[in-house]
C-alpha cells in the first residue's frame, strides 16, 4: 500500500523519498516523476508500455501519462517528484511531447540527485537527468487518446468526490458517457472496477492520515475518505493493508 507524498502539502514543488515493494494500479500525477531502483526489481508501466527494472535503472513518468506498479517478489525505489515549471526551459521547448522511451540505463552516480538541499541543486541536477534523457531518445508529439483521456477524467473525477458516494452513474452524467460504456472502460485499462478502484484509493487516503496525524479519530478518518459506515471502512481497510485501522495505529505508534 502507498500514499501519495504530495498530499502533505499540494504547493509541493520538489519531493525525493524512498518506497519499498510497490504496488499500484493506473493512476497520473500533474507531475514530473522519476523513478530510480536501488534494488530488487520491478515492472512499471507507463501509458501501455511495459518497463522491467532492476538495480540502477530508472524512468522519467511525465505529467498525466498513466502508469502502474507491480512488484513480484521486492524492490526498493528512490522517487523524485516535482513540478513542471521547476525546469521551465525544458518544459517549455517540450511541450505537449512525450519520450519514446521513458527509461534510462544506469545513470553514473545517480545516488546525487537524491537530497538536494535548495531550490538551485534541485534544478541543476534535474536539468543534468533531462539532459541524458534527451540524448537517449527521441521525442513525438502526445497522442491525443481519447480512451486515456476518458480515463484520466475519471480519475479526476475520483479524486475530486471520493468523500462524497461518487458512484459512477453520477460520474457518467457528469461526462456525459453511458454507464456501461464508463464501466468496460475502467475495467478494461484498469483490470479492476471502478468500484473496488474507489475503495482502494479511499484506504489510501486513510493510510496516509492515519500514517501523519496524532491522536487521530478512526471514526473521523471514516467519514473525511468517504465511508459512512465505520464497519464497512474497517473491512475495506483489512482488506487492502491486512491489518485493521487500530492494528495500524499501533503499529506507527511503535515504530516513532
Not at 522511451?101 to 534535474?126: P, T
Request: charged residues 25%.
Amino acid at each position: 500500500m502507498m500514499y501519495e507524498k504530495e498530499w502533505e502539502n499540494p504547493n509541493y514543488k520538489f519531493l525525493s523519498y524512498d518506497v519499498d515493494n510497490l504496488n499500484w494500479n493506473i493512476h497520473y500525477h500533474e507531475s514530473f516523476e522519476i523513478c530510480f531502483i536501488i534494488d530488487g526489481e520491478i515492472n512499471i508501466t507507463i501509458d501501455t508500455v511495459l518497463y522491467n527494472l532492476k538495480q540502477n535503472d530508472s524512468v522519467i513518468i511525465f505529467p498525466r501519462q498513466l502508469h502502474s506498479y507491480e512488484t513480484e517478489k521486492s524492490s526498493k525505489m528512490r522517487v523524485i517528484t516535482f513540478m513542471p515549471d521547476l525546469i521551465p526551459e525544458f518544459t517549455n521547448r517540450y511541450q505537449n511531447m512525450l519520450p519514446e522511451k521513458n527509461d534510462i540505463k544506469e545513470i553514473s552516480n545517480f545516488k546525487k540527485y537524491f537530497d538536494a538541499k535548495n531550490i538551485f541543486e534541485q534544478k541543476g541536477l534535474l536539468y543534468s537527468i533531462f539532459g541524458i534523457l534527451v540524448e537517449s531518445t527521441n521525442f513525438k508529439e502526445a497522442a491525443n487518446n481519447e480512451e486515456s483521456q476518458l480515463l484520466i477524467k475519471i480519475l479526476r473525477y475520483i479524486e475530486k468526490n471520493f468523500k462524497t458516494p461518487c458512484l459512477l452513474q453520477t460520474a457518467a452524467e457528469e461526462l456525459s458517457y453511458g454507464y456501461s460504456y464508463l464501466s468496460r472502460t475502467f475495467k478494461k485499462r484498469m483490470g479492476i472496477s471502478y468500484t473496488e478502484y474507489l475503495n482502494k484509493y479511499r484506504i489510501n487516503r486513510a493510510l496516509y492520515m492515519l500514517s501523519n496525524q496524532n491522536h487521530v479519530q478512526i471514526q473521523q478518518i471514516a467519514e473525511e475518505c468517504g465511508y459512512d459506515s465505520l464497519c464497512s471502512f474497517s473491512r475495506n481497510f483489512k482488506h487492502f493493508t491486512g491489518r485493521t485501522p487500530r492494528e495500524m495505529i499501533k503499529c506507527n505508534d511503535n515504530q516513532k
